[in-house]
């Protein structure tokens, strides 16, 4: 090719390229640069002679033979080429780009050497400093304690996106300047892939801060409740990977990505309802309050690891009160405890200071932030 993209010749250049040297003590590659690019010591218009020469009418001949035998295949597999115009733009149908491309990006990532064992440092330092941060106890304040305790989990959520997002972020620039003009795969296989490469790490991930979680701050449950406790764990990260990739996919950077994120994952915690009962929410945060996905799942995990224990009040959760002169604190507040009293009265034999702890069940507690035992599976 010489400058302005004109064929210069067209053809074989023979062994040791004897067909298109000067000299046999000439490089090819400086003559040709010589003899064709440089336009100022050029002597002949190499173009020309090449439109003229006979060369050039045997390859014209050999391209309107090719045309001919292409127009003739189409006439008669017409049906076949409409069949292929349906399938897109690629040639391989979704389902057949998915392996490929999973396979690409599982490589990726294990050869990553910082982005899956900062993912696992973060989720296991995170958990063990949560887990020995909150020993909840027994009392009402300790219930309280354990539910910020998982709230606090849902929180790292915030993190592990941020890790996706750098991740993502470049492999779809490197698809839009690569690979999305030369049609080798879909962008929506794109975005599966990076999804699902995600998922095995992010179930071996919840295995491993389950159990820290579990064992740390709620102590040993029965065998449902520790299974469907490692379930909600799994759904967490999870959760937090495909929720990360629906985000990033149509912002264009990272700035704007990291902000917009920032404020779906605060709305999502703050809208969980640890903080206020949903009674007494207004309209919009009730609305909230049912679509945040961190409320099902607060809700999951406190009543599994809280349902069921007593309540034994603190000191200064206790509510004394003295009795009239001669009657014991039992015999006095026996009309109040037959009316379903909700609390428990702690010396029923006194006679001055009766102690009495307002609430008995942990359950009641968690009933007050809108919290069920039996509503484990629906969450």
């Known amino acids: 090719m010489a400058r302005g993209r004109k064929v210069a010749y067209f053809g074989g250049i023979g062994g040791n390229s004897e067909t298109v040297l000067r000299a046999d003590a000439e490089n090819p590659a400086e003559y040709l640069l010589d003899a064709i690019g440089n336009t100022n010591i050029a ?70 050497p910082t982005h899956i064992p900062s993912k696992f440092m973060v989720g296991v330092a995170g958990l063990l400093l949560i887990g020995f941060s909150f020993q909840p106890g027994q009392s009402i304040l300790g219930v309280q304690n354990a539910i910020f305790s998982v709230l606090m989990v849902c929180a790292m959520s915030s993190s592990l996106v941020q890790q996706i997002m750098s991740k993502f972020i470049v492999q779809r620039t490197l698809y839009e300047v690569r690979e999305r003009h030369s049609n080798m795969y879909s962008w929506s296989v794109l975005i599966l892939a990076n999804m699902l490469v995600e998922i095995p790490y992010h179930v071996v991930l ?56 920032t404020i779906l ?90 102690p009495y702890c307002p609430l008995a069940y942990v359950d009641q507690v968690l009933a007050s932030s809108g919290m069920y035992y039996d509503e484990r599976w629906r969450n």
């Open 43 to 112: 002597k002949l218009d190499w173009p020309r002679l090449w439109h003229a020469s006979a060369g050039a009418r045997v390859v014209s001949i050999g391209l309107e033979r090719v045309v001919e035998s292409f127009s003739t295949w189409r006439q008669g597999n017409g049906s076949d080429v409409v069949q292929a115009r349906q399938r897109g733009a690629y040639s391989m149908s979704l389902l057949s780009q998915i392996p490929g491309v999973c396979v690409r990006a599982f490589q990726q990532y294990w050869r990553s």
């Open 206 to 261: 919840g295995v491993m801060t389950s159990a820290i979680f579990n064992y740390t701050v709620f102590g040993v449950r029965s065998s449902e409740d520790q299974g469907l406790f490692l379930l909600f764990f799994v759904y967490f990260y999870i959760l937090a990977g495909t929720f990360a990739h629906m985000v990033f996919t149509p912002l264009p950077d990272t700035t704007t990505s990291g902000r917009v994120v």
């Open 265 to 354: 994952l605060s709305m999502m915690i703050l809208f969980a309802v640890v903080f206020q009962a949903p009674i007494a929410l207004p309209g919009f945060c009730i609305f909230m309050y049912r679509v945040s996905p961190m409320t099902y799942l607060v809700g999951g995990v406190a009543v599994l690891g809280l349902s069921g224990d007593p309540i034994v009040c603190s000191h200064a959760e206790l509510a004394v009160f003295q009795p009239p002169t001669g009657e014991i604190c039992g015999a006095y507040m026996q009309p109040y405890l037959e009316q379903a009293a909700l609390g428990t009265l702690l010396s029923p034999d006194a006679t001055a200071s009766c």
